[in-house]
């Protein structure tokens, strides 16, 4: 059963006191710390890149779960690995070559993620992707920027991949909080990232523990189901 893993999303922190914002959920029970890269050319946002990530890696031992949101997945790779990034995510819309870019990532010693955008359909990425990827990403926002509202008709996507994909990290980013995480639990995924929802939640603990909680729950009922 895919344990519940939640993953604040560093974009929505004070970035002057990064290493800060970090230990701070951490100590708030995150389990991963979701590292959003955007390039200005595959969404239209600039963020942070792998010199930032290098100089936030001794600050913590929380596993870096780097979202890519860059135009040419495969470029980056080395770099990442070399800054400490553990999950490379990259989006399936940005190369033509997917299997290719994860075999890369794997050879560089990381896990690759593939990440869907709200269009895009769960079918896109079922069959050897997914199969050869350590984690799907379904978007639940339109990727740019954080503090946008979430949007449920992304779920259904959760629920075909939760079910083609027992055991695989199924993973939901955008506008996550306390009102929409049942709908992201009870579709499947078990990855759970909230930028918002927990950097300026009054009780980012009680936060991380409702999700890991709910998660949990869901996952049990999926596997019961499942030996049924
Ligand atoms: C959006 C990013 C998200 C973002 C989520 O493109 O991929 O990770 O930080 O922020 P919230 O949780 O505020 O929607
Ligand atoms: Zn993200």
């Not at 590292?35 to 100089?55: E, K, Q, R, W, Y």
């Not at 596993?63 to 989006?91: L, N, S, T």
């Not at 709908?183 to 991380?208: C, L, M, R, Y």
Request: with cysteine; glycine share 8%.
């Amino acid at each position: 059963m895919p344990s519940a893993k939640i993953a604040p999303s560093m974009l929505a922190s004070d970035f002057a006191h990064l290493a800060a914002e970090a230990k701070r959920v951490v100590k708030n029970g995150a389990d991963w710390l979701h590292l959003d890269v955007m390039d200005g050319h595959f969404v239209p946002n600039i963020t942070l890149g792998a010199p930032i990530i290098a100089s936030l890696r001794p600050h913590t031992d929380a596993y870096f779960d780097c979202h890519m949101m860059v135009a040419d997945p495969a470029r980056w790779i080395e770099d990442i690995a070399k800054a400490g990034g553990q999950m490379y995510c990259f989006h399936l819309e940005a190369t033509d070559d997917p299997l290719s870019v994860i075999d890369k990532i794997h050879k560089a010693g990381m896990q690759a993620g593939v990440a869907i955008k709200p269009d895009t359909p769960a079918e896109a990425v079922m069959g050897p992707v997914a199969e050869a990827a350590d984690m799907i990403l379904v978007m639940s926002v339109e990727p740019g920027f954080g503090g946008q509202k979430f949007m449920p008709q992304c779920m259904p996507k959760v629920e075909t991949l939760r079910k083609k994909y027992p055991n695989k990290d199924i993973e939901v980013d955008g506008g996550v909080s306390m009102s929409t995480i049942d709908q992201s639990a009870d579709a499947g995924a078990n990855v759970i990232v909230a930028g918002t929802g927990i950097f300026k939640a009054e009780d980012p603990s009680d936060v991380i523990s409702t999700f890991r909680e709910k998660v949990n729950t869901a996952q049990q009922k999926f596997a019961a189901a499942a030996n049924q």
